[in-house]
């Protein structure tokens, strides 16, 4: 199978997975404003990075992709919510998500909050209740996630990305723990969680975990040039939002060729540690092209 054939397979198994664990029921229907909030954003497109991860690291380990259902959907849910608190007015206060309307703006602030926070108990509901995955294999998925999510992982790093913008004295050794947290948790967690699918040991999950947190760490350089170079039409959103926010980035640090740089041989460490797979091709060829996006 061509790669974008694979791609595009793996993006329409998270879709249609993500409509069947959110949809409208006889039982919801007091929730119904709620649920439409929650699928506003949901749908609203995006690159759909983490569950392609979670099915591409599945397969390519031998495993079954029925096991990687709901861990592929639940990391887009807690994906999602992280999009929607993200662009609160408390918050990024950006008033475009995707090219179209935030979801406070859509649906008012208060609805945002609570489809964000809807978004992000639903996927430990759903992989609890999954009938594919077995009790041990929740459990480790289950964990994994929450500390992914949590104070040590993407909450925290915001926390840190919000305090770094009354500060002078970023660093480079600040930004890559910060990155790792806010943007490298939840990649690690995609990869990590497609391994516990397909039953790998703890090696091949620890070279997982370290392809993922420099791809994350690639990915989010790649998001600060951007911010500078492309356009609100290719991204869906404000760019220069950064300056504006007075956040230091690899670009403020470095200016916009030498943050490429980086960010290139940051890919080229995690295209090393792929050559310990067998069957990688997908992901090597998904790891460059994330390099080379512009959007």
Same mark, same amino acid.
């Given at each position: 199978?061509?790669f974008?054939?694979?791609?595009?397979?793996?993006?329409?198994l998270a879709?249609?997975s993500?409509?069947?664990?959110?949809?409208h029921?006889? $039982? $919801?229907?007091p929730?119904?404003?709620l649920i439409d /909030?929650? %699928?506003y954003?949901?749908?609203?497109?995006?690159?759909?990075?983490r569950?392609?991860?979670?099915?591409s !690291?599945?397969e390519?380990?031998?495993?079954?992709?029925?096991?990687? *259902? /709901?861990p592929?959907a /639940?990391?887009?849910m807690?994906? @999602?919510f992280?999009l929607?608190h993200?662009?609160?007015?408390a918050m990024?206060?950006?008033?475009f998500? #995707?090219?179209?309307?935030s979801?406070?703006?859509a649906?008012g602030?208060a609805?945002a909050?609570l /489809?964000?926070?809807?978004?992000?108990?639903?996927?430990?509901e759903?992989?609890?209740d999954?009938?594919?995955?077995d009790?041990?294999?929740?459990?480790r998925?289950?964990s994994?996630?929450?500390k992914?999510?949590? #104070?040590?992982?993407m909450?925290?790093?915001q926390?840190?990305?919000m305090?770094?913008?009354e500060r002078?004295?970023?660093?480079e050794? %600040?930004l890559?723990n910060?990155y790792?947290?806010? @943007?490298?948790q939840l990649?690690a967690?995609?990869c990590?969680?497609?391994c516990i699918?397909?039953?790998?040991?703890?090696?091949v999950?620890? @070279?997982a975990?370290?392809?993922a947190f420099?791809?994350?760490?690639a !990915?989010?350089?790649?998001?600060?040039?951007?911010?500078?170079?492309?356009t609100?039409?290719?991204?869906?959103?404000p760019v220069?939002?950064d300056?504006?926010? $007075? *956040?230091?980035? !690899?670009v403020t640090?470095?200016g916009?060729a030498r943050?490429q740089?980086?960010a290139?041989?940051i890919?080229?460490?995690?295209? @090393?540690?792929l050559e310990?797979?067998?069957n990688s091709? !997908?992901?090597?060829?998904?790891t460059e092209?994330?390099?080379?996006?512009t *959007?």
């Open positions: 199978m061509e974008k054939e694979k791609l595009d397979s793996y993006i329409s879709e249609d993500l409509k069947v664990y959110n949809a029921s006889d $039982n $919801n229907k929730q119904s404003g /909030a929650m %699928n954003s949901l749908e609203a497109g995006g690159k759909r990075v569950p392609v991860l979670v099915y !690291f599945c390519m380990l031998g495993g079954d992709l029925r096991k990687a *259902k /709901a592929a /639940a990391i887009e807690i994906h @999602t992280s929607i993200d662009d609160l007015p990024d206060d950006d008033d998500r #995707r090219g179209r309307p979801c406070h703006k649906y602030e609805m909050i /489809a964000g926070d809807a978004l992000s108990v639903l996927p430990f759903i992989i609890a999954d009938n594919e995955l009790a041990a294999e929740k459990v998925i289950i994994y996630l929450a992914a999510v949590g #104070r040590d992982g909450i925290g790093g926390v840190i990305d305090e770094n913008e002078t004295d970023v660093d050794a %600040n890559r910060m790792r947290c806010k @943007t490298g990649i967690a995609s990590v969680m497609g699918c397909a039953g790998a040991d703890a090696d999950i620890r @070279t975990e370290e392809y420099r791809l994350g760490l !990915f989010q350089i790649i998001d600060d040039i951007l911010d500078v170079t492309g609100q039409e290719n991204l869906g959103k220069g939002s300056e504006e926010e $007075n *956040k230091t980035t !690899f640090l470095y916009v943050a740089e980086i290139s041989a890919t080229s460490e995690a295209m @090393t540690l310990q797979f067998d091709g !997908f992901l090597k060829q998904l092209m994330l390099l080379k996006r *959007k």
